[in-house]
C-alpha cells in the first residue's frame, strides 16, 4: 500500500473535501483526487461517498481511515521521539566502567552529567578490563570507561586520563619512612592484590616479570575496600590506583611508599566498537568527558568534573539510574 495515496484518502476522509484535503497537504486538488483513485483502484473497494457536498468514508473507507489514524499517529510519535533524541530530552546511555573507577569516579561523572541533562536515563555497569572489553563487543553497552589493557582490533580507543599506581601500606609498616623501596623487599611481603582482569594487576605483575621476581605469599581480591582494610591492619601492601586511596592517604589511615626505579601508571581509555553509530546520549556523553579531561592526572579530572556540576542547578525530580555487575563472561 502506497503511503501517499493513504495519507491523501485520509485527509479527505477527515476534511470531507478534495480542496481542504489539498490545502492541508499542501498540493493540488486535481493531485489528492489522483492519489484517492488510486488507492481505490489498488483495494479494489470504493471508499468515499458523496453527500452533496460533503465526502464521505464507505463502511470500507471508516475501516481504512482508523487504521490510518493510528499508523499516522506512530509516525508523529515516531517523529516527536527522535525530536527528543536529538534535543537529549530523552534517551538511554548504556556505559560500562572498571570496578575501581564506578566506585570512585563514575558517581561524580554520572551526577554531573545528569545536572546538564537530567532527562537521559543512565545504565551503568561494572566490571574488569577484560569484561568491559567484551561487553562493547557484544553490544552489552555503547562506551566504557578502563584501565588499559590489550585491545582487541574491533576496538576504538580513546585516550581519556592517567592515575598513578601506588604502592600503599599501613602507616605502622616498618618500610613507611624510607626513601624508596626496591621490590626485592616489597617481596618480604604477602601482596594484597586485585583479581584477575584488572588493569592494576595488570601493571603489578609486568613489573615482578621484568625483574624476575615472584610474589612471595599472595592474598587476592575482587573488592578493592577489602583489600585496604587488610592493608590498614598490616596483613601486607598492595598496588593500587591513587584515586582509590587518595582520601585514606590524606586522612593518615594509609601510608605510601615510593618504589626504586619510578613510579607505575595506569592509563584510562574510552572504549567503543568500531563502525558503531553513537546514539545521541552516547556521544554527548563522549563529548562531557573529553571536555572534563585532565590527561596527566585522574583525580584533578574528577574534581574538576564536580566543580562543572555546580554551575547547573540539580534538576527537581530525581532520575532513575540502574548500577549492576557485570556478568562473568
Not at 120 to 138: C, H, P, R, T, W
Request: hydrophobic share 40%; glycine share 6%; aromatic share 8%.
Amino acid at each position: 500500500m502506497n503511503l501517499n495515496q493513504l495519507r491523501a484518502f485520509h485527509a479527505v476522509a477527515k476534511t470531507g473535501a478534495f480542496s481542504k484535503a489539498a490545502e492541508e497537504l499542501f498540493v493540488t486538488e486535481p493531485a489528492v483526487f489522483i492519489q484517492v483513485r488510486c488507492l481505490e483502484r489498488y483495494l479494489g473497494f470504493k471508499l468515499l461517498d458523496k453527500f452533496g457536498k460533503d465526502l464521505r468514508p464507505t463502511e470500507v473507507g471508516r475501516m481504512l481511515f482508523d487504521y490510518a489514524e493510528k499508523i499516522f499517529g506512530l509516525v508523529q510519535e515516531a517523529n516527536k521521539a527522535i525530536k527528543e533524541l536529538q534535543d537529549l530530552k530523552s534517551g538511554e546511555l548504556r556505559i560500562g566502567s572498571a570496578k575501581a573507577l564506578a566506585q570512585y569516579l563514575m558517581p561524580v561523572v554520572v551526577s554531573s552529567f545528569q545536572d546538564f541533562y537530567p532527562r537521559i536515563k543512565v545504565l551503568l555497569s561494572e566490571g574488569a578490563s577484560d569484561e568491559l572489553v567484551k561487553g562493547i563487543l557484544n553490544h552489552q553497552f555503547e562506551l566504557a570507561l578502563v584501565a588499559r589493557v590489550p585491545y582487541p582490533e574491533r576496538i576504538n580507543v580513546i585516550p581519556f586520563c592517567r592515575d598513578k599506581v601506588i604502592v600503599v601500606v599501613s602507616p605502622e609498616n616498618r618500610l613507611v619512612g624510607k626513601e624508596e623501596v626496591s621490590l626485592a623487599e616489597l617481596n618480604e611481603q604477602p601482596v594484597i592484590c586485585r583479581d584477575a582482569g584488572s588493569a592494576t594487576r595488570f601493571a603489578m605483575w609486568g613489573e615482578f616479570d621484568r625483574l624476575g621476581l615472584k610474589p612471595s605469599a599472595l592474598v587476592e581480591a575482587g573488592n578493592t575496600e577489602f583489600i585496604k582494610d587488610m592493608v590498614k591492619k598490616d596483613k601486607g601492601y598492595s598496588f593500587l590506583a591513587s584515586i582509590c586511596v587518595r582520601n585514606e592517604i590524606k586522612r593518615g589511615e594509609l601510608a605510601t611508599v615510593h618504589l626504586k626505579g619510578g613510579e607505575l601508571t595506569l592509563d584510562i581509555d574510552i572504549i567503543h566498537l568500531k563502525g558503531k553509530t553513537l546514539s545521541p546520549a552516547a556521544a554527548t556523553f563522549l563529548n562531557f568527558l573529553k571536555e572534563s579531561s585532565e590527561v596527566e592526572d585522574l583525580g584533578e579530572t574528577a574534581d574538576r568534573i564536580g566543580d562543572r556540576s555546580k554551575t547547573v542547578p540539580v534538576p527537581a525530580t530525581p532520575i532513575s539510574q540502574a548500577a549492576k555487575k557485570t556478568p562473568a563472561p
